[in-house]
């Protein structure tokens, strides 16, 4: 069993991870309703990997015996400015998730938990990536300021992720 603390912030995290996939999604169904389906393909396996990242913490909680309880999800922002504004808005929403991780670890270390540790270390590598990976595209879509072509081009680009 994990320390209450422990626990409890994880199954926090199990819906925070399970609103990101919503938060995605929801930008997902703003591209497709502004015909940037490469755009909409990239977020769309982005929500999915959050859903991953979800059942991570679902299957962890429950191999260490303690109960997964889920919370209620809000409602994702539906209407958004620009692709550069969501960019902008992903990466920060990555920064605020790799805080809880960090939050995480540091329950861990403060128990003297290992175990919960190596689990985390995990989440800590892929935070790397997410962030990387968002401010990455914002700085693309900076430099495409106004240009549509830009724009298409990278719609084309975004719709060649795979699963990863
Ligand atoms: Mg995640």
């Given at each position: 069993m994990l320390s209450k603390n422990l626990a409890s912030e994880i199954n926090t995290q199990i819906k925070l991870e399970l609103y990101s996939g919503y938060l995605y999604l929801s930008m997902a169904a703003y591209f497709e309703?502004?015909?940037l389906p490469g755009f909409a393909h990239w977020m769309k396996k982005q929500a999915l990997e959050e859903q991953e990242h979800a059942m991570k913490f679902y299957e962890?909680?429950?191999?260490?015996?303690d109960r997964v309880i889920l919370q209620a999800l809000e409602q994702?922002?539906?209407d958004f400015k620009?692709?550069?504004?969501i960019f902008e808005q992903s990466l920060e929403h990555e920064k605020s998730v790799t805080a809880r991780i960090n939050l995480l670890y540091s329950i861990a270390v403060k128990d003297n938990d290992y175990a919960s540790q190596s689990f985390l270390n995990?989440?800590?590598d892929e935070q790397v990536e997410e962030e990387k990976n968002a401010s990455e595209i914002v700085e693309w879509l900076k430099m495409a300021g106004e240009s549509r072509n830009t724009l298409f081009m990278l719609n084309r680009q975004l719709a060649e992720r795979g699963d990863d």
């Amino acid at each position: 069993m994990l320390s209450k603390n422990l626990a409890s912030e994880i199954n926090t995290q199990i819906k925070l991870e399970l609103y990101s996939g919503y938060l995605y999604l929801s930008m997902a169904a703003y591209f497709e309703a502004n015909n940037l389906p490469g755009f909409a393909h990239w977020m769309k396996k982005q929500a999915l990997e959050e859903q991953e990242h979800a059942m991570k913490f679902y299957e962890y909680l429950n191999d260490r015996g303690d109960r997964v309880i889920l919370q209620a999800l809000e409602q994702p922002p539906t209407d958004f400015k620009s692709p550069l504004s969501i960019f902008e808005q992903s990466l920060e929403h990555e920064k605020s998730v790799t805080a809880r991780i960090n939050l995480l670890y540091s329950i861990a270390v403060k128990d003297n938990d290992y175990a919960s540790q190596s689990f985390l270390n995990w989440f800590v590598d892929e935070q790397v990536e997410e962030e990387k990976n968002a401010s990455e595209i914002v700085e693309w879509l900076k430099m495409a300021g106004e240009s549509r072509n830009t724009l298409f081009m990278l719609n084309r680009q975004l719709a060649e992720r795979g699963d990863d």
